[in-house]
Structures are given as structure tokens and as C-alpha cells.
């Protein structure tokens, strides 16, 4: 029987979290680290580092990769399921306020509950009974994937299989269709890895909508489904992004 692997690396139902749960300081926990993390180069999220803006033909594009660049803080959420051979969906929900600084501020909700923060390069997490300083057994630049930053680089790979329509002061870029590449860059940026895989085809609809004056992503909708050589695979969710520069303190819990 096929199973998920990491799925939802960014905040581990199965995972991250659950390592981290047993996790005491000295105790030889591993650390999740991006090689032990990933499995697979093809399985990073596009980074917004990469992006070389004086080669993207598109002006609106090149705008909202600017403006990513000077985003101070944000709030992002993401709602998502995954499921194998028409067995019952695993989903997830991850919220995320994220401060831009050097090391990054961040905290970690899932279904309404706080469950980790990081803040001037220590990590935290809520094990249902207390606060865990986790800081030697979290990589904090994995605890979630799907950044502002990695959706703008994620949207600059396939804005040029989108078509778009204006509705009022959005823009929507939308893309449905069969190609791989497509499905790959989405399966990325959201981290679920349905381990050894080889797609005989694959359906997707990726939406993502644009303010059109300020130039920033506010939604990105996605659903795709196909078969590969043992079975089927079905993806589908939403990321959100609001509260641009609004996010001004993240505290760090108290422990004993």
C-alpha cells in the first residue's frame, strides 16, 4: 500500500511537529534539516532569490516580484488535502504570521491553535502541555514552504501558461490543463511528496488572484488530479495572504 510522504512538511501533521513533540534539548533528536527533510532536488519550492527581474518580459509580473521583495511581514493560510487511489483525503490547515527579519520571526497555528514560534533564532513548540524549546532539532527556514516569497517565485514559473481576467481591482491568472511541470511547481511550492512517483497524466487548475493596485498575490487556488503507474493522486487546496506589513510583534511563550 502506497502512503504520503511529508505531507505537509510545512507544518507536520505527520512530520516535523510530531518529531518534535518527543524532542527534549541533549536528548539526540535528529535535526530536520533540508537534506534530511527533502528527499528530492525537484521537490524544493521555487525561491524568489532566483528570480532575475530585468529577463521577465511581463510588467505586471515584474511588479509583483518587486513588491515581494519589500514585504516587511505578513499573514498567510493554507487549507489543503492530498489523497492516494481513491483512499479518504488527509488534510491540512497551517496559518502563519511571518516577520522578515534576519534570523526570520514566525508562529504556527493549526486549526486555530498556536504550535510553534520562533523568534531571534530559538524555536518553540506546543506539545499539548507545555512549550518544548526545540531550537537544536528544527531547521526554521522548513517549518513552512509556502512563504510569500515561494508563491511569487512558484506563480513567475507558470504565469506564462496563464490567461487572465479582470473582475473590479483583481486580477485572476488562471491555468487549467495537462501539464506536468504545472502540477510539479504546485506540488513543490506546498511540499506534498506522495513519494516515488511516475505521472502518466495529470489534470490541473491553478487560479491566483492579484491586487491590482498594490500588486500582491492574495490568493492561490489549486486542484489537480491523475494516475501515475501504481494508482491515482489527487491534490487540492488554497493558500491566502493578508495583513501585509501589519504583523508587528510575535512573543515568545513562556517555559519552564
Not at 20 to 46: F, K, L, R
Request: charged content about 30%; overall charge negative; glycine content about 6%.
Amino acid at each position: 500500500m502506497r502512503y504520503l510522504k511529508n505531507f505537509g512538511l510545512l507544518l507536520a501533521v505527520t512530520g516535523i511537529l510530531a518529531a518534535c513533540q518527543n524532542a527534549v534539548p541533549g536528548g539526540g533528536s535528529e535535526i530536520i534539516t533540508e537534506e534530511n527533510a527533502v528527499s528530492s532536488e525537484e521537490e524544493t519550492a521555487a525561491e524568489i532569490e532566483n528570480i532575475d527581474e530585468q529577463e521577465i518580459d511581463d510588467q505586471q509580473l515584474a511588479e509583483i516580484v518587486d513588491k515581494a521583495k519589500k514585504i516587511k511581514s505578513y499573514k498567510a493560510e493554507l487549507n489543503m488535502s492530498a489523497a492516494l487511489d481513491g483512499m479518504e483525503p488527509r488534510e491540512l490547515n497551517a496559518e502563519m504570521l511571518f516577520i522578515n527579519s534576519e534570523p526570520p520571526q514566525l508562529l504556527l497555528r493549526s486549526y486555530g491553535e498556536d504550535r510553534t514560534i520562533s523568534k531571534n533564532g530559538k524555536t518553540y513548540f506546543n506539545n499539548d502541555t507545555e512549550w518544548v524549546d526545540v531550537s537544536d532539532s528544527v531547521d526554521v527556514n522548513l517549518l513552512y514552504s509556502v512563504t510569500y516569497d515561494n508563491a511569487v517565485a512558484s506563480f513567475a514559473e507558470i504565469a506564462s501558461h496563464m490567461k487572465t481576467e479582470k473582475h473590479d481591482d483583481k486580477i485572476n491568472y488562471i491555468y487549467h490543463g495537462s501539464n506536468e511541470e504545472i502540477y510539479e511547481t504546485i506540488e513543490s511550492l506546498v511540499q506534498v511528496n506522495f513519494g516515488e512517483m511516475h505521472v502518466e497524466n495529470v489534470n490541473s487548475t491553478v487560479e491566483v488572484t492579484v491586487d491590482e493596485e498594490s500588486k500582491r498575490i492574495e490568493e492561490i487556488n489549486f486542484e489537480s488530479d491523475g494516475t501515475d503507474t501504481h494508482g491515482t493522486f489527487e491534490l487540492e487546496g488554497a493558500a491566502t495572504f493578508d495583513e501585509f506589513n501589519e504583523v508587528d510583534e510575535i512573543e515568545i511563550p513562556v517555559t519552564e
